[in-house]
């Protein structure tokens, strides 16, 4: 990864990291604070409303029980039983309607079950209402109560007493309601925000869940048989449990908390909820201011990573650039000093670095080209110097040569054996000469001739030159075998000069065996082709074997075996400019074998 | 040399008086010597065969049969006189042996590409010296037939 991308997303983790875990745990840790809070609420608000509830029930219970205990309504019922007067006891029902609020209806059953005295003519002589719901069981001491609903949802409470006369039954006292009295507790919406309820349900027999009482949100009157009231809180609660439910839907398919109640006296429960939207508003504000921070903070530290990458790493590019332009050749580029950090540094020291390069760069390049006219003009002073060499040293030569001979050839008979001897000693120390001479100018011009590379028959040169030397030394007696040796890439003519070299050498060294057997032949090595000329001459002492290639090195006299000591040399060097190498082994007088290599075509 | 300036024979161009001596006791054995003229440098070469300066008596007509001519000369080069002795119509078919010490080949092809008729190294040894002149003047003035 690139360094620009490591940075980025080193700063990115260590910045972002922080802040997700941060906001998490906050939003977390505000979350379970605020369900707390709601919790409490809801159960705050419920207690409150079930003691309402058990207020306003207890309230009548409390009365039904003491009027049904007070001697004066029970011999009233007895006197209205024995003689079907109803005056006093009409007059103590109605007063007892004008002693409680909110009661609609005050009545006397008989033990048949109707209605025979009320404080509503009307209702005189029906038969009791039988209620679809549920009758709260009674014991002796407790008035029964259920609800009436009628035709339009409104729903009444009866309380009924049973009357004794001792042990013996008189009747029952009913009260009844006036419509919705719950409604007072339902409607009051006090510390429930905007989405906030108390809602009522009881069970029929049927076992339907029923609020008894309007919801907030759908108002409809209080009891209504309707099934949306089996939703999970209402039946949470129905199910006797007093519980907190901080996630449910109500009866509208909306998510709410929710605190069920069980009034165990009215086998009714009661729901306090509030919309969880509502509830958990102000974490939702939270989150999202939190979200907006984090999006600007991640912004912003982009922009920060994106400028500090681009200044930290700018300048390593740009040194960078300067490197890329050394090693194509262009030495004249510098990196750009941008800071005085340690980059900056680097920098500033890579371009004196340069400098020296491209100065010492020039100063070598100057060396060079100095060097170069030197060494053409050393060229050329050689070129001149062979050339004089092929003419001046001759002429004189020959005049010695000559005029020694001319001086023998007419004197002679003046010349006693002294005298010819010494003439003799002349004409072959100028012989001797001219051959150097020739060795030596052959030698230098081959340091100045160029190769001209060409396929070369190796074979069939290595023959023509035997046959040819062959034919200079007519009376030696020589057994020549030459193998099918590879061709070689190179400059005929050198080649040919290296063969002559060695063949004539060979036979030169052999001229003191009866028979002298010269044998070529070749090998090859992996990259080379390696020729060899054997035969069975003087040979020579192995410990001598470096001097043999060497300018004017022998290692014999002149007078055994004549020659000036350069053939080898030029061999050598002959060889060593087609990039091969040259090799010698021998054994005194037994014979020695010339090996050159050459690298194959 | 007193002798018929036109009935020369053989024309050595040579400056060394040395090889003048020996050229001449080669060229003897072969009976050669007596129809030789030799000119000591290119500048003399020149008024010779062209029959000008101090050879303005010559009838130009009458070239030598074979020009020996060394290259390294005084005043005018062999290589010049070559030049001059090839180029004018009057003189081209006069057959020229250069006879020098050179083994350059730069100048074996100067020479030829100039027009010369044969080019012969002058060997160090007296005895290969004095067979090659003998062997060069027989074969020039004998055996090849020339214009003249």
Redesign the interface.
């Given at each position: 990864m690139r360094i620009r991308s490591k940075i980025f997303v080193i700063f990115f983790i260590t910045s972002l990291l922080p802040i997700i875990f941060l906001t998490y745990i906050n939003l977390n840790f505000s979350q379970n604070a605020l369900v707390k809070d709601t919790e409490s609420e809801l159960e705050t608000i419920a207690d409150l409303q079930t003691a309402n509830i058990h207020t306003i029930i207890n309230a009548y219970k409390n009365r039904i029980n003491f009027l049904a205990a007070r001697p004066t309504v029970l011999s009233q019922v007895t006197t209205f039983n024995n003689t079907k007067d109803n005056t006093q006891i009409k007059n103590t029902l109605n007063s007892i309607l004008l002693s409680l609020p909110d009661v609609q209806i005050v009545s006397l059953i008989d033990l048949q079950g109707n209605v025979v005295v009320s404080t509503d003519d009307s209702v005189i002589g029906k038969k009791q209402f039988i209620s679809q719901l549920p009758v709260i069981k009674v014991t002796k001491d407790t008035p029964s109560i259920d609800f009436l609903p009628d035709n339009d949802g409104n729903l009444k409470i009866r309380f009924r007493k049973t009357l004794y006369d001792k042990t013996t039954k008189l009747g029952e006292l009913e009260f009844i309601t006036e419509e919705n009295i719950f409604n007072k507790v339902t409607n009051n919406y006090i510390g429930l925000k905007k989405t906030g309820e108390v809602d009522l349900a009881i069970k029929d027999n049927a076992g339907k869940i029923f609020f008894i009482t309007p919801t907030r949100f759908k108002k409809t009157a209080g009891y209504i048989p309707s099934t949306f009231a089996n939703t999970t809180p209402s039946a949470e609660a129905l199910k006797k449990s007093n519980t907190f439910i901080p996630e449910t839907s109500d009866y509208r398919g909306k998510a709410v908390s929710a605190v069920t109640r069980y009034l165990s006296d009215l086998d009714m429960g009661l729901v306090v909820k509030i919309d969880r939207d509502e509830a958990f508003q102000p974490i939702n504000e939270l989150r999202d201011s939190m979200l907006i921070f984090s999006f600007i903070f991640i912004l912003f530290v982009v922009m920060v990573v994106l400028f500090f990458v681009h200044s930290l790493t700018g300048p390593i590019i740009n040194l960078l650039f300067a490197a890329k332009g050394v090693y194509t050749g262009d030495l004249s580029k510098r990196a750009l000093v941008l800071s005085k950090d340690e980059i900056g540094e680097l920098s500033a020291s890579f371009n004196t670095m340069l400098d020296a390069l491209q100065a010492s760069h020039e100063d070598l390049e100057k060396k060079v080209e100095e060097r170069t006219k030197q060494l053409e003009t050393s060229n050329k002073d050689l070129e001149a110097f062979s050339?004089s060499v092929?003419?001046?040293l001759?002429?004189p030569?020959?005049?010695i040569?000559?005029?020694?001979?001319?001086l023998e050839e007419d004197y002679t008979p003046k010349l006693d054996d002294e005298g010819k001897r010494v003439i003799a000693t002349i004409?072959a120390s100028?012989?001797q000469m001219?051959t150097l001479?020739d060795d030596l100018?052959t030698f230098s011009r081959l340091g100045r001739k160029p190769i001209e590379a060409q396929d070369v028959n190796m074979t069939s040169l290595a023959k023509t030159v035997f046959d040819e030397l062959k034919l200079a030394n007519p009376t030696r007696v020589i057994q020549f075998d030459c193998a099918e040796l590879p061709h070689a890439h190179g400059d005929a003519a050198l080649l040919k000069q290296v063969w002559v070299n060695l063949l004539s050498n060979a036979i030169k060294y052999t001229k003191k065996k009866e028979t002298a057997i010269i044998t070529v032949a070749s090998t090859s090595d992996n990259n080379n082709n390696i020729y060899c000329v054997k035969d069975n001459g003087a040979g020579f002492d192995m410990q001598y074997k470096d001097k043999l290639f060497g300018v004017f090195q022998r290692l014999h006299s002149a007078q055994e075996f004549e020659g000036t000591g350069v053939g080898l040399a030029i061999v050598s060097r002959i060889i060593t400019k087609h990039g091969g190498s040259v090799r010698a082994e021998g054994v005194v007088d037994q014979g020695a074998t010339f090996s050159f290599s050459l690298p194959k075509t | 040399m007193t002798q018929d300036l036109n009935e020369v024979e053989i024309l050595l161009v040579e400056d060394n008086p040395n090889d003048v001596e020996l050229t001449l006791r080669a060229l003897k054995k072969n009976n050669l010597a007596n129809k030789v003229y030799t000119v000591k440098d290119g500048e003399e070469a020149i008024n010779f065969i062209f029959a000008a300066g101090q050879y303005a008596t010559r009838d130009v007509n009458f070239p030598p049969k074979v020009i020996f001519l060394d290259l390294k000369l005084p005043k005018v080069s062999g290589l010049e006189v070559l030049k001059k002795i090839k180029s004018d119509e009057k003189t081209k078919t006069i057959p020229v042996v250069v006879i020098t010490s050179s083994q350059e080949t730069q100048d074996v092809k100067e020479c030829y590409s100039l027009g010369v008729n044969s080019f012969i190294q002058k060997p160090i040894e007296f005895d290969n010296f004095v067979k090659a002149i003998s062997d060069v003047g027989l074969y020039w003035m004998v055996i090849n037939k020339s214009v003249r």
């Open positions: 050339y092929s003419h001046d001759r002429a030569l020959r005049s040569d000559g005029f020694s001979q001319i004409r100028t012989k001219a001479i100018l | -």
